[in-house]
Structure formats: C-alpha cells, structure tokens
C-alpha cells in the first residue's frame, strides 16, 4: 500500500508516520503532485496557523489537487479545518471539501482546549470497533460547526463536529496518532477503508 503524507511545511508529521510504522505500514512524506495523485490514501495533516498553512498550500498548487483526489484521504486537525468552507482563524477561505465553517471558541472557555476529551454520535467506518464516548486527544482553538457532514462530535462550551466525511474524504479534529490505542484503531480502519 502506498500511504502518502502531504508534507506542505504545516505538518505534524513525525508523529503521524510513527503511528503508522507502528501498524506496519511505511507512510511518504511528499508534496510531489503526481505522487499523491497516485498513492492509495492520503493523509493531509496540520499544525500551526490557517492562513500561512492554506498559503503554503496555494505556492506548492496543492490547494488545487487535494479537493480532486479519489482515493480516501484523512485531514487531521488543521488539515480537516483547511478542507472547510472558511476559517474565522485569518479569515482564511478554505478548500471547500467540507459545507461548514470553522470558528473560535469564545473566551468563556480555556483556549487551546488541549487534552483529552470523548468524541460522541459515530457514524463511519471510520470509527469500527470504538466505543461512543471514546477519550480522544485534542489541541486546537478553532473548531467546525455541527453540519450535515458531521461523523463525530465533542462538547466544549458547546457542541462541535470533531469529525466529518464526505465522499472519500474524512476529516479528524482530534490527533488519532496521540491519542493511544484507540486512536491506533482508527488510522488502521482508514487503511482499511
């Protein structure tokens, strides 16, 4: 299997290729447009700031390839918020993938929220074999607003989607490559979707 990792400069990469090593799969970091194009799942990860992480994207022509992938493809964190409509973070205009747009949480709520928390309502294949209320972990300031593509959700001040799919794309909110065992078990059911 080739398992391809966009490495686009906003990436939490190491982590994420260690989670997968683990699960016996040796994962490419890449940003070569004909070898994503090519590979049999993509993973498009994200840390850091929207705005600079969409203009990276835009220098390398990525921004144009990701939303025209076939095969199945995985946005973590900021990788999932960048496949959005648009983002309040640098009122930054996303790929689209996703109908709905990210906000920030108010100040009402300690920002980052960062640490462990469940994901509730499952519905996908990618969540084969976890239990509902399953702890998963989560850095982030911004996240997406509850839609139709909704797969998973969270509640912190409010209720979120921490994860969505459409079609062949799948977008997580939370880092399944930190969040142990069970976050183990969801980068395998993906490999195996």
């Known amino acids: 299997m080739k398992l391809i990792i966009i490495n686009y400069g906003a990436g939490n990469i190491k982590s994420i290729q260690f989670a997968f090593k683990r699960l016996g799969v040796e994962a490419i970091l890449s940003n070569n447009i004909d070898e994503i194009r090519n590979a049999d799942k993509v993973i498009f990860p994200g840390v850091g700031e929207a705005s600079s992480a969409m203009k990276m994207l835009q220098e390398s022509g990525l921004d144009k390839i990701i939303p025209t992938l076939k095969q ?45 928390n469940v994901i509730a309502d499952l519905k996908s294949d990618l969540f084969k074999g976890i239990k509902d209320k399953e702890f998963m972990y989560l850095v982030h300031s911004f996240y997406a607003e ?16 921490s994860a969505l799919q459409k079609d062949n794309f799948y977008g997580v909110q939370f880092h399944p490559e930190k969040s142990g065992i069970k976050g183990s078990k969801i980068l395998e059911n993906f490999l195996k979707l």
């Open 146 to 161: 509850k839609c139709d593509e909704m797969i998973a959700k969270t509640d912190y001040e409010i209720e979120y989607a």
């Open 72 to 116: 199945p493809v995985l946005g973590i964190c900021l990788g999932m918020q960048l496949m959005c409509n648009l983002s309040e973070e640098g009122n930054t205009k996303g790929l689209g993938i996703f109908n709905v747009d990210v906000k920030k949480f108010s100040k009402s709520v300690k920002v980052p929220q960062m640490g462990w």
